[in-house]
């Protein structure tokens, strides 16, 4: 069965600090790696994916997040944090195939501070 | 841009009493999900189908949970008794049936159950 760890559960970070959420899955097989978002009273949404290719990833605003097989991991970082980024952030993913539902990790609740 | 609608946002109900929950899919998506979300956790899977199909519900507690996509488009989720370890956001997300596997959300149910 896959699983996802996110070590981080809460982090506070100033105003154009640098962010690293890190992220782990197990799973021995191809995977599909995603990043969710949810801004306070909004629903998930799609941050960026990693489905094959370049390990190195871009998302929306400004994200980006690196997959490195060999230890397992889809780190999210981001260079120059914003308060508009509070948010909670969470790690999923799925077999290779697509068709199996996410898995989703405990999420990493980040506050920034103005 | 098409969204997930689901119905109702919140809901409170006394354990042992029934409760269903409504998702409207954006149009085409073969794919529907039930999610429940404990507060400060990650989404969990209940239920995953394929058009009118159920494809994973291993998750689902059968003894009081039940699924449903009579037609293949929307979903209804009920609870019956409800209990109160069942209070949690109740999401729905759909997707295209692809490999891509990436999922849509509505806003959430939420049930509080006392």
């Known amino acids: 069965a896959q699983s996802v760890s996110q070590h981080n559960h809460h982090v506070i970070l100033s105003e154009a600090a640098s962010l690293e959420l ?8 191809t995977v599909n790696l995603f990043w969710y978002v949810q801004y306070p009273g909004q629903h998930l949404q799609l941050l960026l994916k990693y489905f094959s290719g370049d390990p190195l990833v871009k998302g929306i605003k400004g994200f980006e997040a690196e997959f490195i097989k060999s230890k397992f991991s889809f780190n999210l970082r981001k260079p120059s944090v914003q308060w508009s980024d509070t948010a909670e952030y969470f790690c999923a993913v799925n ?7 996410l898995t989703f990790g405990s999420g990493t609740r980040l506050q920034v501070q103005p | 841009e098409a969204e997930v609608a689901q119905s109702p946002r919140y809901k409170i109900t006394e354990k042992s009493q029934a409760v269903a929950f409504w998702c409207d899919p954006i149009s085409g998506h073969a794919t529907l999900y039930w999610y429940r979300q404990i507060l400060g956790q990650g989404p ?71």
């Open chain 1, 22 to 29: 890190g992220c782990n899955y197990s799973y021995g097989g």
């Open chain 1, 95 to 101: 077999a290779g195939t697509g068709r199996r539902a």
């Open chain 2, 44 to 114: 969990e899977l209940l239920v995953q189908f394929q058009d009118e199909s159920v494809v994973d519900d291993s998750q689902l507690p059968k003894d009081r949970f039940s699924a449903e996509r009579l037609k293949g488009v929307d979903s209804t989720l009920k609870i019956q008794p409800a209990e109160l370890g069942d209070s949690a956001m109740y999401l729905c997300a759909s997707s295209l049936a692809t490999p891509t596997g990436e999922l849509f959300f509505g806003e959430g149910s939420r049930l509080t159950v006392l």
